[in-house]
């Protein structure tokens, strides 16, 4: 029989947010629902409602949203020991919240029942019991997160399974198991859910497992292979310490390698899209060396294993890049020969013969441009402006007349400020602008924007996301070459760019210049008017 369909629960929202540097305001985590259920996740965990100003807003807005498929969970623990589940404040504002799913937290570890509620053993059961009962009365699907259920296992199994009895008696929808700080190992962790699987019947157990010991996708798939039917993480892994289990790389797992399948099964060519824009406003740096979703994940270097690659991607690529929307790409460095060239420019969507005899030219240029510094491969936009015009399928908008860069402190109290002038003709026509900045790349680049936005209103969705210089020969000392590498965004794409000179702002300004120039170039691609002729002027 073919397995089941499984659960994919986000904790992005809630666990993800524990992540040191990642924050979300409550527009972010509006607009981060919608993508998810977009995509097909079948549960969101919003948060816990009544913690903060920003839960309580999201909880009150979010059920004005029209989602698809996925249902909302809030999230909180259960009852106060002494106390009754009628009367509990925590859990009122859990059914206040309104959501159609609640996610309750209880414990397993007698250490932790002992220790930090002080409570006994049975008034923990009964916490457990009464808290899930009372959510079911009120209609809610209830998922029970047992906590630290792993190390409360080892401690004590019997213990640990009668506070899932509890929830189960409840009337729980799910038993969810959860590696709280992260230590269990893969055979550990498939050994106790397959226990508790067999115990409590496979289609209500889940499995919530962080990445402590770098095992956070390996433990969830264990799980999964156990049994367990229902798995939580978040993208991108986002969470506290080392992370959540990383969602982004757990499912092409599962739908590509372990034959099984959800209902966001359909949707993985967006999975790269999904882990950007959760990247985007999380205001991280998308990690190239992500499984799967990476820049980096199908990069090929070096002329055989490239060219190899090209005839045969299945003999240097564990998936299709096109299953999670991603794709290969060739890095051009000064190993690369004839079919990485062609390759690259494929790549950049160029058709370009082997046998084209603009190709060495092309070939000559490039080493001679990597001999002097420039490096391709975090810098794609340069490359594809150098193509487009080698190959006259491109010509500027602008053409560059100068610029000059002030820096200064106006008196001993006052900070340092810098101006930059920029001079372009744009159409044909002379534009001047000023711009001041705290620093030097940060002005000229106010200003070379400034210059270009009026005739190229796309100019600004763009903006600079990381810069990055490295002295190219250091023996030289301060005479030594600079390689500046730009990274740009418009919100979608991502793209880098490079410049070397012996003056870093001149280097800075080349990088900047390709940056806007490549959004430029994007814009022609998009309304078809490549190649157009330069304007008089
Ligand atoms: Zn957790």
Redesign the pocket.
Known sequence: MKNPPLKIYDTTLR?GTQGEGISFSVTDKLLITERLDQFGVDYIEGGFPGSNPRDITFFAEVGKLKLRHARVAAFGSTRRAGATAAHDPQLKVLVDAGTPVVTIVGKTWLLHVTEILRTTAEENLAMIEDSVRHLVAHGREVIYDAEHFFDGFKNNPDYALRTLAAAKRGGADNLTL?D?NGGTLVDDLKETVARVVREFGGGSVGV?C?NDSGLGVAVSLAGIAAGATLVQGTINGY?ERTG?ANLTTILPNLFLKMDRTAFCRPNLPQLRELSHYLDELANQRPDPKEPFVGTSAFAHKGGLHANAAQKVARSYEHIDPATVGNRTRVLVSDLAGRSSIVMKAKELGFALDEKAPELKEIIEELKQLEFEGHEFEAADASLKLLLAKWLKRHVPSFTFEGYRVIIERRGPESSVVAEATVKLKVNGKPVHTVAECVGPIGALDKALRLALEKAHPVIKDTALSDYKVRILDSRRGTNSRTRVLIETTDGQEIWGTVGVSDNIIEASWEALRDAVEYKLLLEEEKTGTGGRKPEAG
């Open positions: 666990d959860c709280t919530h962080h969470g959540n």
